[in-house]
């Protein structure tokens, strides 16, 4: 039976969401020893597990907290996924999860250890409303601002209520932000579809 155009697309669209999701039910299935081994932590960092900087983003505080971040996923990409091709979300997941890990290294010194999708999620947002906005859509920057503002929140009042006790841990705001700007960063980048 072949399938037609648009169910082809529909699955091409599918596969990169669909693996982030197997990836880190695989890793959440081996907790704790993967999420020992691949966590954001900054003294194996600095002793060379450079690795820690992009799959800290992978492993989660447990079922719930991954739960919460493929929601998330799903979320995003249900609104956005089609907007860009695979190879450009996969730069945006790269630089957002990098930025993360980058941006709690070089500005968060007091932090230990961090996981969690979440920061990437921020980044996948960012440039996907960017990319809707370049290509001359208005809703999109109602959205850019609430991030925005959700974001300067987090900056000054902390975590969004109850997100603590849903994530089963404390919310490292600052990887949202770094993750935010990765995904500007990546929307450089970018070329919007026509």
Request: glycine content about 10%; overall charge positive.
């Amino acid at each position: 039976m072949m399938l037609s155009e648009r169910h082809q697309q529909l699955i091409r669209q599918s596969v990169l969401p669909a693996s982030l999701c197997l990836i880190s039910l695989l890793l959440q299935f081996f907790d704790p020893d993967s999420t020992l081994w691949l966590r954001y932590e900054r003294s194996p960092i600095i002793n060379n597990e450079w690795w820690r900087l992009l799959s800290g983003n992978f492993v989660h505080l447990g079922w719930t907290h991954l739960w919460m971040n493929l929601a998330g996923l799903a979320l995003i990409w249900i609104l956005l996924g089609r907007l860009l091709s695979t190879a450009q979300w996969l730069l945006v997941i790269i630089v957002s999860s990098l930025a993360v890990g980058i941006g709690l290294l070089a500005f968060n010194p007091q932090l230990d250890w961090y996981v969690g999708l979440s920061g990437m999620l921020h980044g996948l947002f960012v440039a996907g409303l960017v990319n809707n906005i370049r290509r001359g859509l208005r809703l999109e920057w109602l959205l850019l601002i609430g991030l925005t503002a959700k974001l300067i929140w987090e900056q000054y009042s902390g975590a969004l209520p109850g997100s603590t006790e849903l994530a089963g841990g404390l919310v490292i705001v600052d990887a949202h932000l770094y993750g935010a700007i990765g995904g500007m960063l990546a929307s450089v980048f970018i070329r919007p579809k026509k």
